[in-house]
């Protein structure tokens, strides 16, 4: 599994840390279970980080107009249609 987003670092006893980390990547859309991915490579470079993202996105694919939405409030509703938008992460092509 992959991911993408931002990341913020801050510098705490003379050593790397991470601010805050969101998976928000318009490009990507990665579901908010990607975080495991983000962890190691995190681990891997000894940075110390959450145990989660900091601010996650909810994604979903219109399975109407078939655009790009994100989920606010948990109102699954696509903002360029008006379809209902499914609960579970669909962007990937394939899913």
Known sequence: MLSAGEIGFTCEAGRWAVGNVSNHSTGYCPDGSSWPAVARALDDMEIGRATGFTHEV???????????????EDDFVCVFCGRDLPEAWNVDPVA
Not at 65 to 72: D, F, G, P, S
């Open 58 to 72: 909810v994604f979903r694919r219109c399975p109407g107009c078939q655009e790009h939405n994100i989920v606010r």
